[in-house]
């Protein structure tokens, strides 16, 4: 079991990619919404899960804390309520649910957090974990986890659903898929969970024993709780923000992070959401737009279009949502995927390669300020997409897409990155995007010397800063995807 549960940890990020394969301030500070519970039942989070082989997260590197921080793992138990449509559920997400059964609950939460409260910055990020290879897998962790640990915010993984606990049908063939129980007994047989209905008030019950404080935060004090989820989670998010907000006041604000056309949909007790049914229904909703808690929403070129195809849900920005969508990149990429499930895949073309990370910071950040301070982050422009029944990006003679976020990588190339996939058809590869190298005659056509490539890098770079779309303290990892040894001296 040993030898097993470890691969999983280092191999499972590829299985949250498989969705389509059907601060400002410290914890004291006053600035930013208040700490107040908001009323209804909090989860108990009193009991800490020990044994067995340690907390278990699906991600391509070990989940080792990193300096500074401490990791514990929770029982967070209760009883929930599932939801029904109180009326239609329409396109505009202007929802009306109702509560409607109530179970016992009894899952886990993970805990990253500063290890001295007085190095905290007030600001929790409630990740719902990703479950769509059969296991809990902590996406937006990784891609966040710099700005994470340099402000000192704190992390809090849900295992809201119950294939996370339970195992049952992934959307994609691996070898995983058990669940926690199943992966280590001697740590998780107690937990139980009733089924993906009540995950919305399981999140929502988690979010408020968070916002306590007490024992799970070691002391921190927070200021800022917000709900965090990518790919399936993303979309799990979309249900929760249009009809489930509105009802709880539970979060300040939402990072929706590379959703798909569709929604969660609300299940009976003991089912697992057919998320494979909702891509295809004819409800497309867009998040809200009379809510009041800010939402980020941040999309991969190769989100908007093909198995996601967000085009379809596409919305205008307004005082309190914001779209990103960034040129050139992909659903998951190779520092998502990590270097050993890269060497195992064969999708006919290199991965995609692109700096999405660097952009996802920026929005977080983003995100941060306006729920503490009101300032809205800059729009952006969207990408550019033809007109056809079913919409493509519009590419540059090189093959880069138009429009959009943009990175040196895209503007100053000597790759292809795209959101579009190599020739393997497989669902895996659909989600990976691609990268091609441009030849070294196209290379010498666009650049004359490597001195004038490293000059036009570093002044994209230095526009994408002043845009806000980049951190200048990623100024050196974006700086990091600079390849000067491809342009001739």
Same mark, same amino acid.
């Given at each position: 079991m040993g030898d097993r549960m470890n691969g999983s940890r280092r191999g499972a990020t590829v299985c949250t990619l498989l969705l389509a394969a059907l601060a400002l301030g410290c914890g004291d500070d006053a600035s930013g919404p208040t700490t107040s519970p908001p009323d209804g039942p909090a989860a108990d989070v009193s009991e800490e899960l020990s044994g067995g082989n340690g907390i278990f997260l699906g991600s391509a590197d070990a989940f080792t804390a990193p300096a500074g921080y401490v990791d514990h793992e929770y029982v967070a138990a209760g009883t929930a309520t599932s939801y029904a449509p109180d009326g239609v559920l329409t396109d505009d997400g202007r929802w009306r649910l109702r509560p %409607?059964?109530?179970?016992?609950?009894?899952?886990?939460?993970?805990?990253?957090? /500063?290890?001295?409260?007085?190095? +905290?910055?007030?600001?929790?990020?409630?990740?719902?974990?990703?479950?769509? @290879? $059969?296991? !809990?897998?902590? #996406?937006?962790? &990784?891609?966040?986890? =710099?700005?994470?640990?340099?402000?000192?915010?704190?992390?809090?993984?849900?295992?809201?659903?119950?294939?996370g606990i339970e195992g049952g049908p992934v959307l994609v063939t691996t070898p995983l898929g058990e669940g926690l129980k199943r992966l280590d007994p001697a740590r998780y047989a107690s937990l139980s969970h009733p089924g993906d209905g009540y995950a919305f008030d399981i999140y929502t019950q988690v979010a408020r024993a968070v916002r306590r404080g007490g024992g799970?935060? @070691?002391?921190?004090? /927070? $200021?800022?709780?917000?709900?965090? *989820? =990518?790919?399936?989670? +993303?979309?799990?998010?979309?249900?929760?923000?249009?009809?489930?907000? /509105?009802?709880?006041?539970?979060?300040?604000?939402f990072f929706v992070h590379s959703r798909g056309a569709t929604s969660l949909p609300l299940v009976g007790p003991g089912e697992f959401a057919d998320l494979a049914g909702s891509i295809g229904a004819a409800l497309r909703p867009i998040l809200r737009t009379d *809510? %009041?808690? #800010?939402?980020?929403?941040?999309?991969? =070129?190769? %989100?908007?279009?093909?198995?996601?195809?967000?085009?379809?849900?596409?919305?205008?920005?307004? !005082?309190?949502?914001?779209?990103?969508e960034v040129a050139g990149t992909a659903h998951a990429d190779s520092r998502l995927v990590g270097q050993e499930l890269q060497r195992l895949l064969d999708c006919g073309a290199e991965i995609n390669d692109a700096p999405f990370h660097v952009v996802a910071k920026a929005a977080l950040r983003a995100l941060e300020a306006w729920v503490r301070t009101g300032a809205a982050p800059p729009e952006a422009p969207r990408l550019e997409l033809t007109d056809d029944a079913t919409p493509a990006a519009r590419r540059d003679a090189d093959g880069i897409a138009l429009g959009g976020i943009r990175t040196p990588t895209v503007d100053v190339p000597v790759d292809v990155l795209s959101g579009e996939p190599g020739p393997n058809p497989d669902v895996i590869c659909l989600l990976l995007g691609s990268t091609t190298p441009l030849s070294a005659e196209r290379i010498a056509e666009l650049y004359p010397s490597r001195d004038d490539y490293v000059r036009r890098?570093?002044? &994209?770079?230095?526009?994408?800063?002043?845009? $806000?779309?980049?951190?200048?303290e990623d100024r050196g990892a974006l700086l990091g995807y600079a390849r000067p040894s491809r342009v001739g001296p």
């Open positions: %409607d059964e109530a179970a016992a609950y009894r899952t886990r939460i993970v805990v990253r957090r /500063p290890a001295n409260a007085s190095d +905290a910055s007030g600001t929790v990020l409630v990740e719902w974990l990703n479950v769509s @290879g $059969g296991i !809990d897998a902590n #996406p937006d962790y &990784a891609t966040l986890a =710099e700005e994470i640990v340099r402000r000192g915010h704190v992390w809090v993984g849900v295992s809201a659903q119950l294939i799970v935060l @070691g002391g921190i004090r /927070p $200021g800022v709780v917000l709900a965090v *989820g =990518e790919s399936q989670s +993303a979309i799990a998010l979309t249900t929760y923000y249009n009809g489930v907000q /509105p009802r709880t006041d539970a979060f300040d604000g *809510g %009041d808690a #800010p939402v980020m929403e941040l999309q991969a =070129e190769g %989100d908007v279009t093909g198995l996601l195809s967000s085009s379809a849900v596409r919305q205008a920005d307004t !005082d309190r949502f914001r779209l990103w890098y570093e002044a &994209a770079t230095d526009r994408a800063i002043a845009a $806000g779309f980049v951190l200048a």
